[in-house]
């Protein structure tokens, strides 16, 4: 298959850039959607990290947006119903597999790991985002997919977890190249090399394992 990793800034997208003002980390996974008029319909299920303070005002701003149409929350985990513009229809197609759930961080930027059988469909969804954001192009290749990862339902995270894996996303643990280390992240964490780790994979482990594998 055509694998794609490419990130987004989406300081100007509806989830982007309200993860920017409110300073808070979104794994989300798309679940099913349809064209109506001039939008796309997207069903979809994700998690938040931040402070409680954050995400309550992160909840408001995005209920006021106006292409939100549904939210359930519970606890950190949500499904909800969005409204997308038309272009999106190269994004949200039949032919596209989305091998990870998109990490949209708290700076705006969004990071997305799809795949098809058609390279061509690869190339038009990423002509798309070139023509409507800012990029960074990870990785376009032919690859056999190893696995696919898919939210849990309501994973469970301790405190020191929650806070490994936003400190690791603040520092830019997860983008490509790498800007920080483990040992660095533990540094800043005031723990140990071997304590912060241990909280890190179980976070990773807990939400999405196979998002972290590139």
């Known amino acids: 298959m055509w694998t794609l990793k490419v990130s987004l800034n989406g300081k100007s997208a509806l989830i982007g850039s309200r993860t920017l003002k409110h300073k808070v980390n979104l794994f989300v996974f798309p679940l099913s959607y349809y064209y109506e ?10 998690i938040i990290l931040g402070s409680e303070k954050n995400k309550k005002d992160f909840e408001k701003d995005w209920k006021n ?33 989305h091998l990870s759930p998109a990490l949209i961080d708290e700076n705006g930027w969004e990071t997305l ?63 490509y190249p790498r800007k920080t280390s483990i040992k660095n992240l ?10 912060y780790h241990a909280h890190l994979r179980k976070a990773e482990q807990k939400l999405l394992p196979f998002f972290f594998n590139k």
Request: charged residues 30%.
């Open 37 to 46: 008029k001039n939008w796309v319909i997207v069903n979809l299920t994700g």
């Open 65 to 97: 947006s106006g292409r939100l149409i549904n939210i359930e929350f519970n606890k950190d985990f949500f499904i909800a119903t969005i409204k997308e513009p038309i272009f999106a229809k190269t994004i949200y197609n039949k032919d596209i597999i």
């Open 113 to 175: 790991y799809i795949s098809s059988f058609n390279k061509k469909i690869i190339e038009d969804f990423l002509k798309t985002l070139r023509k409507n954001y800012e990029i960074k192009l990870h990785f376009l290749k032919q690859e056999k997919v190893k696995n696919i990862s898919i939210l849990q339902q309501n994973p469970e995270l301790t405190d020191k977890q929650k806070q490994a894996m936003e400190l690791a996303i603040k520092n830019g643990y997860y983008e």
């Open 186 to 195: 533990a540094k800043i964490s005031k723990l140990s090399f071997s304590t």
